[in-house]
Structures are given as structure tokens and as C-alpha cells.
């Protein structure tokens, strides 16, 4: 995943964590009010990622509006922008200094990917195409 979708749902989680300051809160908040300004001038209040990211905010936990918040900004090679990646990159160094920041930035590409947040679980399973044999 790229750095600007992870900073962006990395904030969206982060935020829902207990135990944070009112200062902490204040400039991740700061930080995240910035990048999506940035966004939202580069591509527009409505476009297909602006819409992508409110619907995320709506519900950050939920796997498929982060996917489509991914292709979103993929499609459009929002990591190609300095300004851009130079603020999610500041959101990122906020939300690693909190405690258990780390848990918050997740990253992942590819095929059969399982994530898990929170203490939780995950795990992938693979079953095999039917053989042939298996079909008659």
C-alpha cells in the first residue's frame, strides 16, 4: 500500500484510540485536516477520492472502502506528488511516536493478504482449483 492511503487510514484509526492527549489528538487531527485539504485542492471536493475518503471516515475499520480508497489514489499516482507524500509522511511520524503507534500503520500488496488490528487474527486460505477428476 502506498504511503498516502496508509497515512490516511492509519489517522482514521489512530484517532479511535484511547488514551491520547488532547494535544496528540489536536495535531494528528492538524495533520490529517492537511492532507485531505491537499487532496481535496489537487483532485477536487468531488471527486472519486475525496468520496473514497469520506465514505472511509464514515466507517475506517471497513476493508473494502480502504481497498477502494487504495485504487482510488493508485489510479491516479497521487505518490508521484511531493507535497502530497510529504505530508502523509509527517501524519505517519505523528501517529509512530504514539504509544503502540506502530499498530496503527499497516501496509500490505498482493494476493491473499490477511490483516488483523487490535490483538486480533488473521489467516489466509488457499483451496485448489477442482482437478478435472474432481469435476466429473
Known amino acids: 500500500m502506498e504511503p498516502i492511503t496508509t ?18 489528538k489536536k495535531s494528528i487531527n492538524d495533520a490529517y485536516s492537511g492532507l485531505k485539504a491537499l487532496i481535496e485542492k489537487k483532485f477536487g471536493a468531488k471527486s472519486d477520492v475525496t468520496d473514497a475518503i469520506e465514505k472511509l471516515e464514515s466507517k475506517p ?6 481497498q477502494t ?5 493508485k489510479a491516479t499516482n497521487v505518490s508521484a506528488d511531493p507535497k502530497l507524500l510529504g505530508a502523509a509522511q509527517s501524519l505517519l511520524e505523528l501517529i509512530k511516536a504514539l504509544p503502540q503507534g506502530e499498530q496503527h500503520i499497516q501496509s500490505a500488496g498482493g494476493t491473499g493478504i490477511a490483516q488483523a488490528d487490535r490483538g486480533s487474527t488473521a489467516s489466509v486460505s488457499f483451496v485448489p482449483p477442482p ?6
Open 61 to 66: 475499520e471497513s476493508l473494502g472502502r480502504q
Open 7 to 24: 497515512a490516511i487510514i492509519a489517522a482514521l484509526t489512530a484517532g479511535a484510540a484511547g488514551g491520547l492527549t488532547e494535544a496528540t
Open 69 to 73: 480508497l487504495a485504487e482510488e489514489l
Open 131 to 136: 482437478t478435472k477428476r474432481d469435476s466429473d
